[in-house]
């Protein structure tokens, strides 16, 4: 009786840990998210001094989400979106606008495709 | 190396929760645990791009699952059946039952092999044959046919208990001596009776309920 209280109870632990973890992902998703529009934005108006600011911020951001994602998450997804923030960051330095827009773009699909694997819908369980 | 060794402790851990049946007394469904619970640590060993919590909750929900069942089975004769199936009558009265032969997808030469491996070589000495849950072979003699017993003779037998290990590999089992309300004193008398000086001399000593201690001394070392 006391093994079967102890798995439930190892039970009960995995289900809250699952909830609070995909709640922490996906508030650190919509932290990057937004982080990357903002430098789209930036990029777009040609404010590069505020493009600059905000890859500070997203390189913050990004340390943050990259410690709680990898232990969970396929790392070579989390390493394919750590390259492309890495891109980003470097574009702007080099203030390439074209470049950069691509490099945003492509970092959004791959934080959004991360996110996605963690949903618990339909397509993810098949 | 890390990971190997925290996978090797949890199936470890895993395994001891389940409970201590051999794989050939295995439900099916704890057959199936223990294949997908192999595959599952396997797997994130070899391949380090794999986070190691993508085996570890699997592996920790598979064992959840196995024990709830299991506490479900032993509770429900409903969920029993369910999960472990009934047991087949494979013969019965001396009768080979020819569709429970069928449903088991078996042949007669299956079953002939099953009863010689029970030790029953000719089919007309079986009154009942039994497939249980776990895919072993139960076999009820006929009555002219089982092993003799004391009772059919009615001679009067001994209480047989279980013999207690006292010294294995040099060791003394100060529990076991407890238990029988002796101690080290009186083992090391009965040693020194035998020409044992020091208890790290003997590979195995057990006493069994009729007072006999059986003592094997070690190999001596070759130099």
């Given at each position: 009786?006391?093994?079967?209280?102890?798995?439930?109870?190892?039970?009960?632990?995995?289900?809250?840990?699952?909830?609070?973890?995909?709640?922490?992902?996906?508030?650190?998703?919509?932290?990057?998210?937004?982080?990357?529009?903002?430098?789209?934005?930036?990029?777009?108006?040609?404010?590069?001094?505020?493009?600059?600011r905000e890859s500070e911020e997203?390189?913050?951001?990004?340390?943050?989400?990259?410690?709680?994602?990898?232990?969970?998450?396929?790392?070579?997804?989390?390493?394919?979106?750590?390259?492309?923030?890495?891109?980003?960051?470097?574009?702007?330095?080099?203030?390439?606008?074209?470049?950069?827009?691509?490099?945003?773009?492509?970092?959004?699909?791959?934080?959004?495709?991360?996110?996605?694997?963690?949903?618990?819908?339909?397509?993810?369980?098949? | 190396?890390?990971?190997?060794?925290?996978?090797?402790?949890?199936?470890?851990?895993?395994?001891?929760?389940?409970?201590?049946?051999?794989?050939?007394?295995?439900?099916?469904?704890?057959?199936?645990?223990?294949?997908?619970?192999?595959?599952?640590?396997?797997?994130?060993?070899?391949?380090?791009?794999?986070?190691?919590?993508?085996?570890?909750?699997?592996?920790?929900l598979l064992m959840v699952f196995?024990?709830?069942?299991?506490?479900?089975?032993?509770?429900?004769?409903?969920?029993?059946?369910?999960?472990?199936?009934?047991?087949?009558?494979?013969?019965?009265?001396?009768?080979?039952?020819?569709?429970?032969?069928?449903?088991?997808?078996?042949?007669?030469?299956?079953?002939?092999?099953?009863?010689?491996?029970?030790?029953?070589?000719?089919?007309?000495?079986?009154?009942?044959?039994?497939?249980?849950?776990?895919?072993?072979?139960?076999?009820?003699?006929?009555?002219?046919?089982?092993?003799?017993?004391?009772?059919?003779?009615?001679?009067?037998?001994?209480?047989?208990?279980?013999?207690?290990?006292?010294?294995?590999?040099?060791?003394?089992?100060?529990?076991?001596?407890?238990?029988?309300?002796?101690?080290?004193?009186?083992?090391?008398?009965?040693?020194?009776?035998?020409?044992?000086?020091?208890v790290k001399e003997v590979l195995?000593?057990?006493?069994?309920?009729?007072?006999?201690?059986?003592?094997?001394?070690?190999?001596?070392?070759?130099?």
């Amino acid at each position: 009786m006391r093994t079967v209280w102890l798995t439930a109870a190892f039970f009960l632990v995995i289900l809250a840990g699952s909830i609070i973890m995909f709640a922490y992902t996906n508030a650190l998703y919509h932290q990057l998210q937004e982080s990357l529009q903002r430098i789209h934005r930036a990029v777009e108006e040609d404010d590069w001094d505020a493009a600059s600011r905000e890859s500070e911020e997203l390189q913050k951001i990004w340390a943050r989400t990259d410690a709680s994602w990898t232990p969970i998450m396929d790392h070579r997804h989390v390493d394919q979106l750590d390259e492309s923030l890495t891109r980003v960051v470097q574009l702007i330095k080099l203030r390439r606008k074209a470049d950069l827009l691509v490099e945003v773009a492509v970092a959004k699909r791959l934080a959004k495709r991360i996110k996605d694997t963690e949903v618990p819908s339909i397509r993810n369980v098949f | 190396m890390f990971r190997t060794l925290i996978l090797f402790a949890l199936v470890i851990i895993s395994m001891r929760i389940m409970g201590k049946r051999q794989i050939g007394e295995l439900q099916p469904y704890e057959l199936v645990v223990l294949i997908m619970i192999s595959a599952l640590a396997a797997i994130p060993m070899e391949d380090i791009a794999i986070p190691l919590f993508n085996s570890i909750i699997p592996i920790i929900l598979l064992m959840v699952f196995q024990v709830l069942t299991s506490y479900a089975a032993q509770r429900s004769e409903k969920v029993r059946t369910l999960v472990c199936g009934r047991p087949s009558i494979i013969i019965q009265n001396g009768k080979i039952v020819e569709s429970e032969l069928r449903n088991m997808h078996l042949n007669i030469n299956d079953l002939l092999e099953q009863l010689r491996i029970c030790g029953y070589h000719n089919i007309n000495d079986v009154e009942f044959a039994i497939f249980e849950t776990n895919g072993e072979l139960s076999v009820i003699p006929k009555s002219q046919c089982r092993p003799l017993q004391p009772r059919d003779l009615q001679i009067e037998t001994k209480y047989e208990g279980l013999p207690h290990p006292l010294i294995v590999d040099g060791n003394v089992n100060h529990e076991n001596l407890a238990k029988i309300k002796l101690d080290l004193l009186w083992l090391q008398n009965e040693l020194k009776k035998r020409g044992i000086e020091d208890v790290k001399e003997v590979l195995f000593a057990s006493l069994d309920t009729e007072g006999q201690l059986y003592v094997q001394r070690k190999e001596q070392k070759m130099r």
